[in-house]
């Protein structure tokens, strides 16, 4: 039988099967990883976090003592310091950021992490403006994508902004959730950014979603920007409470941190 379909049906078929019969449909394409495999911090991407003033930042150090990489996890501890002459803080924490170093602006941002739990442990998995100078808080806005206090079975995931600080709309969207954990267990936590919403998801669920709305109210959907990315160990606070001694030293361990852009076949981006 001759076969009459021309020759640019033919190219159209091959190039639909080469994209999986849906020209049309798009897939998360890694961009950027950290194993944690080599023996140090790859300090391309990642900085120790300094002391500062808010409450989560205050016991931060750059002391050895509060970092390790192990069987292919960055560990970040929070601890007694043994030393008061060198250091006049009670505490000491560790912590990571790639601020200047590497931005996030879209996409989605995965960290897999195993939380050791302690009264006044308060690790926590975030996002602040990469132009932080220009944004301050919360004017740029802030996506926390894991919080967790003390020995809880939750995480918290929220966003905070001028609209839900300032303004106090925390509920119209809501601005956050809780979802179960392992409270022993490694946990994937995840966030997707997109211009018009973001979206949080634990171990593949999605668990909450913060939309852009039509509003006449100041800075509700700052997030369509540059972020850098923290994570960190932290210690005590009004919110967390007090810290017990007895149950450290305590620790996070990283297993991974994963980026993901949309990759939609033959845009060549």
């Known amino acids: 039988m001759k076969n009459n379909v021309p020759l640019y049906c033919i190219v159209l078929a091959l190039f639909c099967a080469a994209c999986g019969g849906n020209t049309g449909k798009s897939e998360w394409k890694l961009v950027w ?108 806005g802030e996506i926390d994508i894991m919080e967790r206090l003390n020995y809880d079975s939750i995480a918290y995931q929220t966003v905070h902004s001028y609209y839900t600080h300032h303004l106090d709309l925390k509920n119209d969207p809501p601005q956050g959730g809780t979802r ?40 509700q959907f700052p997030f369509d920007k540059p972020y850098y990315l923290l994570i960190d160990m932290q210690l005590g606070g009004p919110w967390v409470g007090g810290i017990d001694p007895a149950d450290l030293p305590v620790e996070m361990k990283v297993d991974w941190v994963r980026y993901y852009r949309k990759d939609t076949c033959g845009s060549g981006r």
């Open 180 to 219: 179960r954990i392992d409270p022993d267990g490694y946990n994937t936590y995840a966030v997707e950014m997109y211009p018009d919403s973001v979206v949080f998801f634990i171990n593949g669920n999605r668990t909450l979603a913060y939309p852009r709305i039509e509003t006449d109210k100041e800075g």
């Open 33 to 140: 990883e950290d194993n944690f495999d080599a023996p140090a911090l790859d300090t391309a991407t990642w900085s120790k976090i300094p002391r500062w003033t808010p409450e989560w930042a205050k016991f931060m150090s750059a002391d050895e003592a509060c970092y390790a990489i192990a069987d292919g996890n960055l560990i970040l501890k929070g601890l007694i310091n043994t030393d008061r002459q060198a250091d006049t803080a009670t505490y000491l924490t560790g912590g990571v950021y790639t601020k200047y170093k590497r931005s996030f602006h879209g996409g989605r941002l995965e960290v897999r992490a195993k939380l050791q739990g302690a009264t006044g442990a308060w690790p926590a998995i975030w996002l602040k403006p990469a132009e932080e100078a220009k944004y301050p808080w919360p004017t740029g």
